[in-house]
């Protein structure tokens, strides 16, 4: 059965965007700084040989264990789940090579036919739910596992369905003091992790969390 696992950045404060970073404020990187916030929370993957070609942003880059584990991530993704806020900052920013090559499912409440990319990435608006969205993901990952990508909502779904069987996160020595808290509107008693790797490096502590 494969796998339901989430893969963020996290500030050391607990947000996984910084306040400001909306669509509303998206021409905008200065507005709240959220533009400098949101570079220093993912600095550790810009040098990553790995996303800079997934993202177009040219050749180069570090080959080490980070780089290794981001190709590892993308090639256990069968099929990825976002929320539509997620998607919105994703539609103005990914090139038109979108960088998933898989259906991604992203729930929102907008109907919309599905967004045929290049690349092998095809959108998909689901307005029935997270677990009609993760039934559909499961269908079409040809056995891979299923990305719960963000942002903070949907994942909080997921885990309050205690769907989430492994927890990637990327801890940036970065304090952001308000934005989209990742751990909120959480039941009790909330699903329970157990420590299963780390990987320390200057920019960021990797680590690795499965379900207890
Ligand atoms: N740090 C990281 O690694 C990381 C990763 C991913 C994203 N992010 C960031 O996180 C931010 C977005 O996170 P977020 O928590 O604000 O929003 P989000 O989870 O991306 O999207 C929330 C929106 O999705 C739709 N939605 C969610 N659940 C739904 C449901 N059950 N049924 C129907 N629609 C549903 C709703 O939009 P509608 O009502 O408009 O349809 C809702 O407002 C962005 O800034 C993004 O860049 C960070």
Redesign the pocket.
Same mark, same amino acid.
């Given at each position: 059965m494969s796998k339901v696992f989430v893969?963020?950045?996290?500030s050391l404060d607990g947000y996984?965007?910084p306040e400001g970073? @909306?669509i509303e404020h998206w021409d905008n990187p200065e507005y709240k700084h959220w533009g400098a916030k949101?570079g220093a929370?993912?600095s550790w993957i810009l040098k990553q040989q790995y996303f800079r070609e997934n993202l177009q942003f040219g050749t180069g880059g570090e080959t080490g264990p980070v780089n290794d584990m981001l190709r590892h991530t993308m090639e256990r993704s069968g099929a990825s789940i976002?929320?539509?806020?997620?998607?919105d900052?994703?539609e103005r920013s990914w090139p038109e090579e979108a960088p998933f090559h898989t259906p991604v499912y992203?729930?929102?409440? &907008?109907k919309r036919e599905p967004w045929v990319r290049p690349g092998g990435t095809t959108f998909h608006f689901?307005?029935d739910?997270?677990a009609r969205a993760l039934e559909k993901a499961r269908a079409s990952a040809g056995g891979r596992d299923i990305r719960i @990508?963000?942002?903070? &909502?949907?994942?909080q779904?997921y885990l309050n369905m205690n769907a989430i069987d492994e927890l990637e996160i990327?801890l940036a020595p970065v304090v952001f003091g308000g934005g989209?808290r990742l751990f909120e509107h959480l039941q009790d008693p909330a699903p329970q992790f157990r420590i299963d790797k780390m990987l320390n490096t200057p920019d960021a502590t990797h680590l690795r969390y499965v379900r207890a």
């Amino acid at each position: 059965m494969s796998k339901v696992f989430v893969n963020i950045g996290l500030s050391l404060d607990g947000y996984m965007a910084p306040e400001g970073m @909306s669509i509303e404020h998206w021409d905008n990187p200065e507005y709240k700084h959220w533009g400098a916030k949101w570079g220093a929370l993912m600095s550790w993957i810009l040098k990553q040989q790995y996303f800079r070609e997934n993202l177009q942003f040219g050749t180069g880059g570090e080959t080490g264990p980070v780089n290794d584990m981001l190709r590892h991530t993308m090639e256990r993704s069968g099929a990825s789940i976002m929320g539509k806020r997620m998607f919105d900052a994703g539609e103005r920013s990914w090139p038109e090579e979108a960088p998933f090559h898989t259906p991604v499912y992203v729930l929102t409440h &907008e109907k919309r036919e599905p967004w045929v990319r290049p690349g092998g990435t095809t959108f998909h608006f689901v307005n029935d739910g997270p677990a009609r969205a993760l039934e559909k993901a499961r269908a079409s990952a040809g056995g891979r596992d299923i990305r719960i @990508s963000g942002g903070a &909502e949907v994942i909080q779904q997921y885990l309050n369905m205690n769907a989430i069987d492994e927890l990637e996160i990327a801890l940036a020595p970065v304090v952001f003091g308000g934005g989209r808290r990742l751990f909120e509107h959480l039941q009790d008693p909330a699903p329970q992790f157990r420590i299963d790797k780390m990987l320390n490096t200057p920019d960021a502590t990797h680590l690795r969390y499965v379900r207890a």
